[in-house]
């Protein structure tokens, strides 16, 4: 019930496009999901986060979509360009403290 | 812009030997975290930390783990007796308070051979 699924495990974009990376969860006490973004050698960065009281939340190229009733989260990144290449996990929490993190996503974005 | 600092970058030990790893985290933050990463596998929560006090652990945290705030700046992680699976990228974290966004350091990545 801890789980968080991500997909798909890797992604490859034409920059551009549209990136799309879904993750599902199960424990319906998780009020905090965030987006981090990882490059090669260096931590998770936030990227962004959305609360369950919203289905949407955008910022700048970044849109977190979320379907409360189907337990599911997206991110979508607008405009992909190649300098967002990089791993991003979804995460999920309760109380935003104990972060679950999905497997991870990497993404490609071909120039 | 604040960060969080992790010393050192890369550890290498061997197995048996007990580590250290050092963090310090964002000054005015208040709850403090580690999670570890084997490589190409997924960020794990392994202890979080406030008030002195250890408020919560995961399963990986065993007996050979354990976290301490020396001093009003630092945050750290003793490895007891290495194992060769203890190798990992290491990540302390800090947030302002509960229910607040986490913040993550560089990392310390621990090579047990």
């Known amino acids: 019930q801890q789980q968080v699924k991500q997909s798909p495990q890797s992604l490859i974009v034409q920059k551009g496009g549209i990136s799309i990376i879904n993750c599902a969860y199960e424990?319906?006490?998780?009020?905090?999901f965030p987006w981090y973004q990882q490059f090669p050698g260096k931590g998770p960065a936030l990227l962004i986060a959305?609360?369950?009281?919203?289905s949407e939340k955008k910022e700048g190229r970044f849109t977190i979509s979320f379907n409360k009733s189907a337990k599911q989260f997206s991110l979508h990144i607008m405009d992909s360009q190649p300098g967002d290449s990089a791993t991003y996990f979804c995460?999920?929490?309760?109380?935003?403290?104990?972060?679950?993190f999905g497997q991870g996503t990497r993404l490609t974005i071909n120039p | 812009e604040p960060e969080v600092t992790q010393t050192p970058s890369h550890q290498v030990t061997q197995m048996g030997q007990e580590v250290i790893l050092r963090c310090v985290p964002i000054?005015?933050?208040?709850?403090f975290y580690w999670y570890r990463q084997i490589l190409g596998q997924k960020v794990e929560f392994l202890v979080s930390?406030?008030?002195?006090?250890?408020?919560?652990k995961s399963e990986i945290f065993d007996d050979q783990f354990s976290v301490e705030r020396p001093d009003g700046s630092n945050f750290t992680l003793k490895i007891r007796s290495t194992k060769l699976e203890d190798s990992a990228m290491y990540f302390c974290?800090?947030?302002?308070?509960?229910?607040?966004?986490?913040?993550f350091g560089q990392g310390t990545r621990l090579t047990v051979v």
């Open positions: 995460a999920a929490s309760q109380g935003a403290q104990k972060l679950v």
């Open positions: 974290a800090s947030s302002v308070r509960q229910n607040t966004e986490a913040f």
């Open positions: 000054s005015n933050h208040l709850y």
């Open positions: 930390f406030y008030n002195n006090e250890i408020s919560e």
């Open positions: 424990n319906t006490a998780f009020d905090y």
């Open positions: 959305i609360r369950p009281d919203v």
